[in-house]
């Protein structure tokens, strides 16, 4: 995970000039089957193939059955997660509305209506609706596309991308004029969030996560149960677990220095947490690889 200066997520495109990402990925690779709460700048689309999901964005709960697909909106708290410890595999679809800006009239009329919609956060998208075909079927060749990469995908890729956006800029319009109301929680624990991603190596404290979002500690606790439902200890390990897994992934580091480099206590206090999320130890995890 890359977080920027803003505390949005940096996502990595597979062509680093063209804003397009589809990757398949599951649950069952994420720690806690969880991943973790994030924003970024571009449109997002998830469809689960095998299983489902739950999706918590901007604190609402949302069920992602097989075959359906959910949109979240550019600049919005989200995170997908298992219910159960039932597994999930899915397509995961992202890019930036500015890929669309051909031509400022466009921008004005089709583009900016949808993005800055305080109405449309995110919409569940029915497989069974007939209108919603087209969508679909511009999701399931994007992922074939990135799969496969036939010469010239990319601009095949393009052509998917507007296929795609009439089908939300339809939903934009049936949900009426910007009516809704910011919700300042969600800019204090985008704040308090960027603080944890920021700091997690250091020795941090609930007052200094707290004073991040300018915020009480009570109010600080009241926000991440209500929009994440956890603590912020829970999603400050759960960050540093993540870490700890990419390290454990990419590097041949030490697992006490892993522990340390991730702001963990101990390396005892990492294997712990890393049992109690993964199953088995941080040395078992890596030699499975």
Not at 44 to 72: C, M, S, T, W
Request: proline share 4%; glycine share 8%.
């Amino acid at each position: 995970l890359t977080v920027l200066q803003d505390g949005s997520e940096r996502i990595h495109y597979s062509n680093p000039f063209i804003p397009i990402y589809v990757c398949r990925g599951n649950l069952r690779g994420l720690s806690g089957m969880a991943a973790l709460c994030h924003w970024h700048e571009e449109v997002e689309f998830l469809l689960p193939y095998k299983g489902h999901l739950y999706y918590n964005i901007n604190g609402a709960r949302l069920l992602i059955p097989q075959g359906d697909a959910v949109f979240v909106n550019s600049r919005n708290l989200h995170y997908g997660f298992s219910d159960g410890g039932t597994d999930c595999e899915y397509i995961c679809v992202a890019f930036r509305p500015q890929l669309l800006c051909s031509c400022e009239g466009f921008r004005q009329q089709s583009v900016l209506p949808v993005v800055t919609h305080t109405s449309l956060s995110h919409a569940l998208l029915d497989h069974g609706d007939s209108e919603l075909a087209g969508a679909f079927g511009a999701l399931w060749r994007l992922d074939a596309l990135y799969r496969e990469k036939p010469e010239g995908y990319e601009m095949a890729a393009m052509g998917a991308i507007y296929q795609l956006w009439p089908a939300i800029y339809s939903l934009a319009k049936s949900r009426g004029g910007r009516t809704g109301t910011a919700d300042g929680k969600l800019d204090t624990l985008r704040r308090m969030l960027d603080f944890i991603r920021t700091h997690y190596a250091e020795r941090i404290t609930l007052n200094q996560i707290a004073a991040a979002g300018g915020v009480c500690r009570s109010s600080c606790c009241q926000i991440f149960r209500e929009h994440l439902r956890q603590t912020p200890n829970d999603y400050l390990n759960s960050f540093r677990m993540e870490q700890g897994m990419a390290l454990l992934r990419s590097t041949a580091l030490p697992v006490t220095e892993i522990s340390a480099l991730c702001g963990f206590n101990s390396p005892s206090y990492f294997a712990e947490m890393f049992l109690k999320q993964k199953g088995c130890t941080p040395s078992a995890y890596r030699k499975n690889l």
